[in-house]
Each structure stands twice: as C-alpha cells, then as structure tokens.
Nanobody, 125 residues
Framework: QVQLVESGGGLVQAGGSLRLSCAAS????????MGWFRQAPGKERELVAA????????YYVDSVKGRFIISRGSAKNTVYLQMNSLKPEDTAVYCC??????????????????WGQGTQVTVSS
C-alpha cells in the first residue's frame, strides 16, 4: 500500500506563488506516475498536472500552462507543484494522486490508485 502526504497549501494574494509537496511512502519501489487534482466548491474535480515516474513526460491543464511546474524529487518518491502567478480561480483543495505505471512511460494518473488527503489553496484578490 502507498500513502501520500501533501504539504504546502495556504493563503496567498493574487500574483503570488506557492509550492505544494507530496511524499509517497509504503511500497515506494513501485514506479508511480504522480499528479495533482483540484476541486473548487461547486465544481468538478480536475487534473491540474501530472508527471511520469521517470520525470520525462508531463501533462498540464490549459488553464495553468506557463504558470505551474510539476517536478519529481531526486528519490522519485516526491512530487512538487510550483504554482506561480496565482489567480483567485486557482482557489481549491489540491489533492496528490498516484497511479502504478504498469510498465508505461507515458504519464497517466487517471484513475488514480492512491490519493492524498488534500491541502487547501486560497488565492485572494
């Protein structure tokens, strides 16, 4: 079993930056694709960004391209989401997710095999 623990959420003014971290523990020998979902009140959950287990492949939803950067730590069991130029519409609960790669090098985290507990990101105008 894999456990995902997030950190780094909080309150920031529009235009500011935050960095989210997610550490995987448990069966960390697995090659996991990892990503971040978010859900705002009254809206459906959406995949924001994802990165392959090797770090060679990534995905971003259009609304965050050029502002967010997803990356993996050197030990491969940590994923970061650097969020720059934040907007009020980025306000949401952000959840880390992971999916066994099943031998694929192409990033895919939907549907996730594992979820973190979520961290609140609030961007004030």
């Amino acid at each position: 079993q894999v456990q995902l623990v997030e950190s780094g959420g909080g309150l920031v003014q529009a235009g500011g930056s935050l960095r989210l971290s997610c550490a995987a523990s448990g069966s960390t020998l697995r090659m996991l694709h990892m990503g971040w979902f978010r859900q705002a009140p009254g809206k459906e959950r959406e995949l924001v960004a994802a990165v392959s287990w090797s770090g060679s492949s990534s995905y971003y939803v259009d609304s965050v391209k050029g502002r967010f950067i997803i990356s993996r730590g050197s030990a491969k069991n940590t994923v970061y989401l650097q969020m720059n130029s934040l907007k009020p519409e980025d306000t949401a609960v952000y959840c880390c997710a992971a999916r066994d790669s099943r031998g694929s090098v192409i990033v895919a985290v939907t549907p996730p095999d594992y979820w973190g507990q979520g961290t609140q990101v609030t961007v004030s105008s």
